[in-house]
């Protein structure tokens, strides 16, 4: 999981399915030694012109007992193995440590209070709500600190260049920390297979400026870039972890490790009937927390598989990082990134009024194929996947009516020719509970408006549509 002060709501990630717990905390720093390591890893890499694992054993000798006692981690071992598998070298020694979930708790409140102010908050309620994805009475940070809470495991923050194990049973009640410890017995002890995917981000803090691109992506995006742009980043980690849990020969660089039908496995996680071990929160979740919190880790991780298995290799990895994917229609579908290499055509809102009637615009957001998918799926429609294929840009304009605060929305989704706008429309039968309009290639969905007032939003975006 990497934190970067995204927005949560719409990049929402946790360490599922066969990553839920550890069995016990992996040797580690404690976290007041974090800064004096870091301000250590400055000095080592002007003493030592030592590059990849071996930085560990150089630094060992460095700082005495504390150094020793780390370089006889198996720490280095996975530094090693995952250089091997992923094709780069370690420039530096990234801190890490453990935090217990009480711990854990108040980092993630202290992320949402730094990220979500009031505003912000109703915000992304309001997208939520009014496409009918949770109740009217949600409130997204209590939601988020306690499903985070419940379901991380690991986090690499790449604003401090460190990460944290999480102890799934240290600062728990003692009913939580039974099923933790009955999850630990199940799966087995899954610390190597966390710190290789945390590593991972670590590794790719240090040569592909994550904490840059993700502070890009705060200033001027959206929900569809920022998603597209994780599930990248978690993505590639997860993929590294896959073939290091699969056993794979490490030299052989990811080689023999191919991932597909990710949908399929995402089906199964959000729809099993019962409650898996570790999932917590997770099966209480609406559908759209669900899909976004496994989206970035299993889409993410087959778009970085297509790349690898490209001619290009890992090459093509890592040249994404420099051309960042711009929607989730390519990671759904990663030939249209490594072979199309088009922009989206999103629809253009500036002649939508601002004001008009008793209604005052409240955002503007794109959600591409991924929340395209997650809302016909959640009003029942089966080929989900199939009718929202063929998006090629969509604006959702939210709503608020002054004098009874109810939310209404107007939304255009451009496809890429009439036929894939048909198929949309005929897909949708009495399912959705919105007004759809269908013109050439565009479906305009709105909810909450008269007919003369549809008249008049449609009139004001002119004849380009």
């Known amino acids: 999981m990497v934190v970067n002060r995204f927005r949560y709501a719409s990049c929402l990630v946790a360490f599922l399915s066969f990553f839920w717990g550890l069995s016990q905390p992996a040797l580690s720093l404690v976290e007041p030694e974090v800064k004096a390591w870091q301000q250590l890893v400055v000095r080592i890499q002007d003493q030592f012109a030592v590059e990849g694992a071996d930085i560990l054993a150089e630094a060992a000798e460095s700082v005495g007992e504390l150094g020793s006692e780390l370089a006889a981690a198996p720490f280095s071992e996975l530094m090693a193995e995952l250089e091997e598998r992923r094709g780069l070298k370690f420039k530096y020694f990234t801190p890490w440590h453990v935090k217990d979930k009480e711990k854990f708790r108040m980092f993630i409140r202290s992320e949402l209070e ?17 496409l009918g994805l949770v109740p009217l009475d949600f409130q997204i940070v209590s939601f988020m600190e306690d499903l985070l809470t419940d379901a991380v495991a690991g986090v690499y923050d790449p604003a401090a260049d460190q990460f944290f194990l999480v102890d799934m049973v240290k600062g728990q009640g003692l009913g939580n920390a039974l099923k933790s410890r009955a999850t630990n017995h199940l799966l087995g002890d899954m610390s190597s297979a966390v710190i290789i995917h945390e590593l991972d981000h670590a590794l790719g803090g240090q040569h592909f400026s994550l904490r840059e691109a993700f502070d890009r992506l705060m200033e001027n995006s959206t929900m569809d ?19 290091h849990q699969q056993k794979r020969p490490a030299n052989a660089a990811g080689a023999e490790t191919a991932l597909a039908g990710t949908d399929l496995l995402t089906d199964m996680l959000v729809n099993f009937p019962v409650p898996l071990p570790g999932m917590g929160k997770f099966g209480e979740a609406p559908l759209f927390f669900k899909k976004s919190l ?43 990134y490594l072979f199309l290499l088009r922009e989206p055509e999103i629809p253009d809102f500036k002649s939508l009024p ?10 503007d957001e794109t959600g591409g194929e991924f929340l395209i998918r997650v809302v016909l799926e959640q009003h029942g429609v089966e080929n989900y996947r199939q009718a929202a294929d063929g998006w090629h840009g969509d604006r959702l304009r939210v709503f608020r009516n002054k004098v009874t605060g109810a939310l209404g929305f107007y939304w255009a989704i451009r496809w890429d020719d009439e036929w894939e706008a048909e198929e949309f429309y005929d897909s949708l039968g009495s399912h959705l509970p919105f007004v759809v309009q269908q013109e050439k290639e565009v479906s305009f969905l709105s909810l909450a408006f008269t007919p003369e007032q549809l008249k008049t939003l449609r009139k004001a975006l002119g004849t380009e549509f």
């Open 225 to 243: 870039q920022r998603l597209a742009v994780l599930a990248l980043v978690e993505g590639d980690a997860t993929f590294v972890m896959t073939d």
């Open 294 to 336: 496994i989206f970035p880790y299993y889409g993410g991780a087959e778009f970085v598989s297509a790349l690898r298995h490209s001619d290009q290799g890992w090459k093509a990895v890592n040249a994404s990082y420099q051309t960042l994917p711009n929607s989730t229609e390519q990671i759904f579908h990663p030939d249209r």
């Open 114 to 130: 730094k990220e979500y102010t009031p505003e912000k908050a109703l915000h992304e309620e309001s997208v939520l709500k009014v």
């Open 354 to 363: 601002d004001s008009f009637a008793d209604w005052e615009r409240l955002l």
